[in-house]
C-alpha cells in the first residue's frame, strides 16, 4: 500500500505475469526485422562457337535484377506478431546472363504481407520508409540491385572479344523498425474498467473482451461504426490509461499511439466513480503522450447511466461540459442508452473534421 492508502500501480510485466501470458503474446505492435533485396545478376562473359560460326562474336548476356523486398497491406491481418517469429526478409537474386545473349532471368520479389496501419522505419537513420494504410497499398521496403552487363555490350571497333562484364550491384540491406498504428478516425480514452471495451461492442461487430476487472483489455480493438446507410466511422478502443501512465504505470501510454490519427477522442468516464476526477487524470496522460492530441476535437461519454439516478447523471454532464469546455452525453454501453446521441455527434464532429485530417496528423 502507498501512503495514500491506495494499492501501488501495476507495472506492465506485473500484469502480463498475473495474466501468464507467454512471452509473444505481450503487446506486439512492434517488430525489428532485417531485410535485404536480392542482388543483381552478374553480366557474362561468353563468346558464339558454332559450327559454322566459330568466331562468332562476344555473346555474354546480362544479369537480372534482384528482387525488391516489398511490404504490402493485407486487411486480414491485424498484429506483427509473425514478425517475431521470421524476422529476415530476404528478396531472390538475379540470375547471371548467360552465353547467346541470354538475360539472367530477375529474381521474385519477397512481398510481404503487413496489416492496415503499419509504418516502417530505417532503424539506423530514423527515416520513415513507409506508412501503409489502404488494403493492397504496397511499398519497397529494400531495393533490388541491377543485374551487370554482359560482355556483348562492349564490343567495338577495336575490341572485337571483350573478355569485359560487369557485375551486379548489391540489393539494399538494412534492420527495419515496424510500428503499428490501427487506423481509426475516433478513439476511446479511459480509466480501465470505465467501458471502453462494452462501448465498442454495443456499437460496432468488433467484440472485444469485457470483464469486470482493470486492464482487460491488452490491445487495441477496432470497429466499425454504422451511422446511417451510407456513413460509418471505425472507432479504436485501447488499453485503459491510469494516473501516472506516462511514466510507465499500468500498461503505460504507448497505446495512445494507435490513436495518433484518429481526429476525434471520446473520453469514456464511469458514472459510479469519480468523472470529473477520472476525465483530469486521462487528459493530462494523453497531454503527456502528446499535446496536440489533448487539444484535438473530442467528446465526453459518462457511462454506467443504468447504475446512476438519471437526474444525478445529467447534472454530471452539464457540470463536465461546462468544465471540459466538451459535450458531454450520458450513456449505458451495457443497456444501451443514450447511445444514438452520442455516434450522431461523433459522426458530425468527424465530418466536420475531414477536411483538416492532414494538419491534424504532423508525423
Ligand atoms: N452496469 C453497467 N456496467 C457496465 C457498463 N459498461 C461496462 N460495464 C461493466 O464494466 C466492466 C468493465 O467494462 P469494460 O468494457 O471491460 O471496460 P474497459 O474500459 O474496456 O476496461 P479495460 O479494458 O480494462 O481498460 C465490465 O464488467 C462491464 O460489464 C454499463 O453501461 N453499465
Ligand atoms: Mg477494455
New binding site residues.
Given amino acids: 500500500m502507498s501512503r495514500d492508502g491506495r494499492a501501488p500501480p501495476l507495472r506492465a510485466r506485473d500484469l502480463a505475469d498475473c495474466y501468464n501470458l507467454p512471452e509473444p503474446m505481450r503487446f506486439i505492435d512492434e517488430a525489428r526485422v532485417y531485410v535485404q533485396a536480392g542482388k543483381g545478376g552478374d553480366g557474362a562473359i561468353a563468346f558464339l562457337r558454332e559450327k559454322y560460326r566459330p568466331f562468332g562474336g562476344p555473346a555474354g548476356g546480362d544479369g537480372g535484377r534482384g528482387g525488391d523486398v516489398v511490404f504490402e497491406v493485407n486487411e486480414g491481418l491485424s498484429t506483427l506478431l509473425d514478425f517475431k517469429y521470421k524476422p529476415r526478409l530476404i528478396a531472390r537474386d538475379g540470375e547471371p546472363g548467360r552465353g547467346k545473349q541470354q538475360y539472367g532471368h530477375k529474381g521474385d520479389d519477397l512481398i510481404v504481407r503487413v496489416p492496415p496501419g503499419t509504418l516502417a522505419f530505417d532503424e539506423e537513420s530514423g527515416a520513415m520508409l513507409a506508412d501503409l494504410v489502404m488494403p493492397g497499398e504496397r511499398a519497397i521496403i529494400a531495393k533490388a540491385g541491377a543485374g551487370g552487363l554482359g560482355n556483348m555490350h562492349f564490343v567495338s571497333s577495336t575490341r572485337r572479344a571483350p573478355r569485359i562484364a560487369t557485375p551486379g550491384t548489391m540489393g539494399e540491406r538494412r534492420w527495419v523498425r515496424m510500428e503499428l498504428r490501427l487506423v481509426a478516425e475516433a478513439g476511446l480514452v479511459?480509466?480501465?474498467?470505465?467501458?471502453?471495451?462494452?462501448?465498442l461492442?454495443a456499437l460496432s461487430a468488433a467484440r472485444?473482451?469485457?470483464?469486470?476487472?482493470?486492464?482487460?483489455?491488452l490491445k487495441p480493438n477496432l470497429g466499425r461504426v454504422r451511422v446511417s446507410d451510407d456513413e460509418s466511422f471505425t472507432l479504436a478502443?485501447i488499453?485503459?490509461l491510469i494516473e501516472g501512465a506516462h511514466l510507465g504505470h499500468g500498461l503505460g501510454i504507448r497505446f495512445l499511439r494507435h490513436l495518433k490519427r484518429t481526429r476525434l477522442l471520446v473520453y469514456?468516464l464511469d458514472l459510479t466513480g469519480d468523472p470529473e476526477r477520472d476525465f483530469a487524470i486521462v487528459r493530462r496522460e494523453v497531454a503527456a503522450f502528446d499535446p496536440a492530441m489533448a487539444a484535438r476535437p473530442s467528446l465526453i461519454a459518462l457511462?454506467?447511466?443504468?447504475?446512476t439516478e438519471p437526474a444525478a447523471a445529467e447534472r454530471i454532464a452539464r457540470d463536465l461540459a461546462r468544465h471540459s469546455g466538451l459535450e458531454a452525453f450520458a450513456?449505458?454501453?451495457?443497456?444501451a442508452?443514450g447511445l444514438e446521441p452520442l455516434v450522431a455527434a461523433i459522426a458530425a464532429r468527424l465530418a466536420a473534421a475531414n477536411a483538416p485530417a492532414a494538419a491534424a496528423c504532423p508525423s
Avoid: W
Fill in positions: 479511459g480509466l480501465p474498467n470505465a467501458g471502453k471495451s462494452t462501448l461492442r472485444p473482451k469485457v470483464a469486470p476487472y482493470p486492464f482487460t483489455t478502443d488499453p485503459g469514456v457511462n454506467k447511466l443504468d447504475l450513456i449505458s454501453a451495457e443497456a442508452l
